[in-house]
């Protein structure tokens, strides 16, 4: 079975320096068991763990240097995929070669099946069997051996691109020893959810459609009757529909711009295979999907009106000024399908009149305005109506803000606070090109946008206090030093205390370096004030990130702690630094233009005096 590190694979045996140079990381970094052990977690991580499951423990696999490496992947990718599959937390021990698995039962048995595919197939196929369907988690398909080269791309990068927006495992496999040449089809196993495993099932056979035509009518009643009745509700499965050419286009739309919105915006899977669409999920989401397709349809002979509008929950309508249509909509509408893209929404001007036969509709006047539709998930529909907001109240100032007061909601669940800011405030809380508005958002995981001079807060009540205090807390900025007296309490902080001659080198000038790790990470960083008047980094962000993957606080950790041994390098090389600096060469910029790669392994915890609050 070729799981998914064969690219990897055959890359080490060709260059064995390769497996090799992973193995010296691992020693580098390599800590025993026992010695993480001693790390006292901290006690905000510990109450930010969601509650453990009845069945909850760990198991241990003892493995080879070799399993070890593969098992890691570059950058520790692998691991954090089978963890991520698997719903299992694991942890490598490189010192002592152990494997340690946490969670349920369940998610336990699928990480060690998954760990064990990644270590069998450094010595050739791993055969499958039934037993591998067990945990309910596995999608075999049979692709034709003229589109297996195909399916897999250069180097599997085709396969691996499916795993990362699907969140599945994926490989070809022997299935009871069935492998051998001759055959007319590879079998490829997918692993993950119901929903991930269909998503890269159509597009792998959306993929074969395209290389062997008419393939798919041969398992179309396979593919449609996969897993009917599964899902949350019971209602789990499939429905289709078949476009001529034109319609097809159409309803792709440009690099499958339509079909990725309508998917985004239902819920659903939807895909093409062929001519065929398939709309794969829960009834009610197959439904909404199938209603956005032929809404777009009816747009082609003329305004479109939802009747019942005021009763649906998956729709929010905005009053836009008729003025404002034009720059709200953009032109070719790409000022729309840029908010489309980005909250997974379907938007569309509604014309009740027009449909009831007024023609073509004419807009109307200035002092009218027409109906924006925006349908989606509650969330990405407040997120889309702000924006909309946001862009009338630039172009008709008081049309969403006249006579608006401030409101703080004590709601626990999805609600809007909103509040007035001066405008040397707007102008710092929204930074260049609203950069500073996205990392608070990102930061905070709340929706923030502000609309004229106000700024409005959507979300939960954590997300919505958090956002307000970063706000806060940035404007304070401006007056100099922050003051946050205690961080041991919460949740979103990691607390890093930097050497004092490494502060300016951190901090960059005027803040540089640390803008530039908040935009790679999605965090909100500065220097602050303890109690004691003692200063140290405090990072923010609600995703705690993890030792591998990019974004979050972990990841800005790891950044942070890299310019810190950078800087104490070269403070220990002496005068030869400064020397290369009046040269014009081997300054700060240059180090970290050649060193990309470094700046995203995994940094040694151990070499840190950070304290994370997780």
């Known amino acids: 079975m070729c799981f998914p590190l064969l690219p990897v694979e055959s890359k080490w045996q060709r260059d064995p320096h390769g497996e090799e140079s992973i193995r010296c990381l691992l020693r580098d970094r390599s800590r025993s068991r026992d010695e993480k052990r001693k790390d006292s977690r901290s006690p905000s991580r510990s109450r930010s763990r969601n509650k453990k499951p009845e069945d909850h423990g760990v198991d241990t696999m003892k493995i080879t240097d070799d399993d070890a490496a593969f098992i890691l992947g570059k950058g520790g990718r692998t691991k954090e995929k089978i963890s991520k599959v698997s719903g299992a937390e694991i942890e490598l021990f490189e010192r002592d070669l152990i494997l340690e698995i946490r969670g349920s039962k369940l998610c336990r048995r699928r990480a060690k099946k998954y760990c064990k595919g990644v270590m069998d197939q450094r010595t050739g196929p791993v055969n499958v069997t039934q037993d591998h369907d067990d945990d309910d988690d596995l999608t075999m398909i049979n692709v034709p051996q003229e589109a297996v080269g195909f399916v897999t791309g250069r180097a599997g990068n085709f396969l691996r691109t499916i795993e990362e927006e699907w969140n599945t495992l994926m490989f070809f496999c022997e299935v009871d020893g069935s492998r051998g040449r001759g055959k007319d089809y590879e079998k490829l196993a997918i692993f993950g959810t119901v929903r991930a495993r269909r998503g890269a099932e159509l597009k792998v056979l959306s993929a074969v459609e395209t290389k ?115 720059y709200v909509t953009g032109a070719r509408r790409a000022a729309l399908g840029n908010m489309e893209e980005e909250w997974g929404t379907l938007m569309f001007f509604m014309n009740k009149e027009a449909q009831n036969g007024g023609g073509k509709g004419a807009r109307g006047g200035r002092g009218t305005s027409e109906q924006l539709a925006i349908f989606g998930a509650r969330r990405s529909r407040r997120g889309a109506e702000l924006k909309i907001m946001s862009a009338v109240e630039t172009k008709s100032p008081g049309v969403f803000t006249r006579g608006v007061r401030e409101k703080f909601s004590s709601e626990r669940d999805f609600a809007t ?93 005027r803040g540089s370096e640390l803008r530039r790790v908040e935009q790679a990470t999605g965090t909100f960083m500065f220097m602050a004030l303890d109690r004691h008047g003692e200063e140290r980094l405090l990072i923010f962000s609600a995703n705690g990130g993890s030792k591998t993957a990019d974004g979050g606080r972990m990841h800005a950790e790891r950044l942070i702690n890299e310019m810190v041994q950078e800087k104490l390098r070269g403070d220990s090389r002496g005068r030869s630094r400064s020397d290369s600096r009046r040269r014009g060469g081997g300054g700060r910029r240059d180090s970290r233009r050649r060193s990309n790669s470094r700046r995203r392994s995994p940094s040694r915890r151990r070499d840190s005096r950070s304290r994370s609050r997780r």
């Open 212 to 326: 062997v035509p008419g393939y798919f009518d041969k398992i179309r009643n396979e593919v449609v009757d996969r897993d009917k009745g599964k899902g949350e509700d019971g209602t789990w499965g499939t429905d289709t529909m078949t476009f001529q050419d034109d319609e097809l286009s159409y309803a792709l739309g440009k690099q499958g711009g339509t079909r990725k919105k309508l998917e985004k915006a239902s819920g659903a899977v939807v895909q093409y295979v062929g001519q065929v669409a398939l709309f794969s999920g829960e009834k009610h989401l197959r439904k909404k999907a199938k209603e956005y397709m032929k809404w777009l349809f009816d747009q082609l002979e003329g305004p479109v009106y939802v009747n019942g509008w005021e009763d649906r929950d998956d729709c929010t309508v905005v009053d836009v000024p008729s003025e404002c249509i034009g």
């Open 417 to 509: 606070d909103r509040f007035v800011l001066k405008d040397d405030e707007l102008s710092y809380a929204l930074g260049k090109e609203g950069a500073t508005r996205k990392k608070l958002e990102l930061a905070s995981g709340s929706i923030l946008q502000y609309v004229g001079h106000v700024a409005f807060i959507a979300g939960d009540l954590k997300e919505r206090k958090r956002c307000k205090q970063f706000i806060d807390w940035l404007l304070a900025q401006r007056r100099g030093s922050v003051t946050v007296s205690d961080v041991a309490d919460r949740e979103d902080c990691t607390e890093m205390h930097i050497p004092e001659n490494c502060k300016g080198w951190v901090t960059g000038n």
